[in-house]
T-cell receptor, first 114, second 117 residues
Framework: AQSVTQLGSHVSVSEGALVLLRCNYS??????LFWYVQYPNQGLQLLLK??????LVKGINGFEAEFKKSETSFHLTKPSAHMSDAAEYFC????????????FGKGITLSVRP | NAGVMQNPRHLVRRRGQEARLRCSPM?????VYWYRQLPEEGLKFMVY????????ESGMPKERFSAEFPKEGPSILRIQQVVRGDSAAYFC???????????????FGPGTRLTVL
């Protein structure tokens, strides 16, 4: 079985500040890990994924995440927030890659202050 | 290449009616997944289908819910005798069958927002 914990429901940062969104997972086997972004009234868009290759994963829109097995974490970061980054972010885990069910965290809403 | 299509985008039903949600996967994709997003919650997996087969339905409620993905046409998620607790956003995703699993991803549709009065 697998699960994802995203602590907190809302993060607010100033434009230009560092973005850090936390994700911890639980998995009985080496996991595949994903970060998705959801804009209001839209579907989910993949930001990046970890598939057992490099532990530091770079994604779209300047986001990156680091897989830390010892901490069972996959935190999402971006050095400088932009107003357009305001959205809801979901961390997800699967056991067999994309062709199997995804287990999502509850999501974190990111607000960006001017 | 068109993305994952879902219709209707918004659906209003009265308690006891049936809801039929449709999902057309991306061209060439034969894996379809349905997820439900309740207010203030993350997405919850419901069912995983390939053409004419249900692969994993571990997230489907035992009663009133069914899903199909016929050889021709879209995937259908059917909810019979809807109740207020069924009000949610229902998302469909699709993925490829070929290539490395490492290279695949699930592409999501815009969702159907079901409101039960």
């Amino acid at each position: 079985a697998q699960s994802v914990t995203q602590l907190g429901s809302h993060v607010s940062v100033s434009e230009g500040a560092l973005v850090l969104l936390r994700c911890n997972y639980s998995s009985s086997v080496p996991p595949y890990l994903f970060w998705y972004v959801q804009y209001p009234n839209q579907g989910l868009q993949l930001l990046l994924k970890y598939t057992s290759a490099a532990t530091l994963v770079k994604g779209i829109n300047g986001f990156e995440a680091e897989f830390k097995k010892s901490e069972t974490s996959f935190h999402l970061t971006k050095p400088s927030a932009h107003m357009s980054d305001a959205a809801e972010y979901f961390c997800a885990v699967s056991l067999l890659g994309a062709n199997s069910k995804l287990t999502f965290g509850k999501g974190i809403t990111l607000s960006v202050r001017p | 290449n068109a993305g994952v299509m879902q219709n209707p985008r918004h659906l209003v039903r009265r308690r006891g009616q049936e809801a039929r949600l449709r999902c057309s996967p991306m061209k060439g994709h034969s894996h379809v997944y349905w997820y439900r997003q309740l207010p203030e919650e993350g997405l919850k997996f419901m069912v995983y289908l390939q053409k004419e087969n249900i692969i994993d339905e571990s997230g489907m409620p035992k009663e009133r819910f069914s899903a199909e993905f016929p050889k021709e046409g879209p995937s259908i998620l059917r909810i019979q005798q809807v109740v207020r607790g069924d009000s949610a956003a229902y998302f469909c995703a699709s993925s490829l069958t070929v290539g490395s699993w490492d290279d695949n991803e699930q592409f999501f549709g815009p969702g159907t927002r079901l409101t039960v009065l």
